[in-house]
T-cell receptor, first 113, second 111 residues
């Protein structure tokens, strides 16, 4: 049982390049999330998807786009990477219930030079 | 808005107790607590719900004050394995899937 799988684990981009972070879960969860983690800032919500076909902005959505491809997959795209987007990105999922816990992936460490 | 956690960091000797606080400027319906070890993903500890229900699986307790929009995590007789960064997450009411985390509290347990 893999849980939440994120790819890649590490990535280095140059300013202006684009890339897509992939996330897939095999727990039949309806809700999926993207967070970024920076020192001293905690976990900040970028986007979330309450169900297949829906996405909503979180606290820091600027510079990002998301796609809920199907129930399993939720991707995060950086169209034109900036150094301020250097961060560790976590994908998470849970059942559609406000009293259910998040299951996190192992993260993607992204550096933009 | 992110919930506010305090303290930002604390150092304890093994066996001592710790309290981590989480407060929100918005009405709370659920509070999640997670622990993150360095270089790893956050791991679920506990959920507290409006009305008093709790869900968790470790020897850690917590409280939820709906009127004050606050929650506290209690770590008693701390062990070395308790070291890490603790995050509280606040959610909306039933049907609202948004979950926002605080800035974290770094807990260091020394022998």
């Amino acid at each position: 049982n893999a849980g939440v799988t994120q790819t890649p684990k590490f990535q280095v981009l140059k300013t202006g390049q684009s890339m897509t972070l992939q996330c897939a879960q095999d727990m039949n969860h309806n809700s999926m999330y993207w967070y970024r983690q920076d020192p001293g800032m905690g976990l900040r919500l970028i986007y979330y998807s309450a169900s297949e076909g829906t996405t909503d902005k979180g606290e820091v959505p600027n510079g990002y786009n998301v796609s809920r491809l199907n129930k399993r997959e939720f991707s995060l795209r950086l169209e034109s990477a900036a150094p301020s987007q250097t961060s560790v990105y976590f994908c998470a999922s849970r059942t559609s219930s406000y009293n259910s816990p998040l299951h996190f992936g192992n993260g993607t460490r992204l550096t933009v030079t | 808005q992110q919930p506010v956690q305090s303290p930002q960091a604390v150092i304890l000797r093994e066996g001592e107790d710790a309290v981590i606080n989480c407060s929100s400027s918005k009405a709370l319906y659920s509070v999640h607590w997670y622990r993150q070890k360095h270089g790893e993903a956050p791991v679920f500890l506990m959920i507290l719900l409006k009305g008093g229900e709790q869900k968790g699986h470790e020897k850690i307790s917590a409280s939820f004050n709906e009127k004050k929009q606050q929650s506290s995590l209690y770590l008693t007789a701390s062990q070395l394995s308790y070291s890490g960064t603790y995050f509280c997450g606040t959610g909306g009411q039933r049907g609202n899937e948004k979950l926002t985390f605080g800035t974290g509290t770094r807990l260091t347990i020394i022998p």
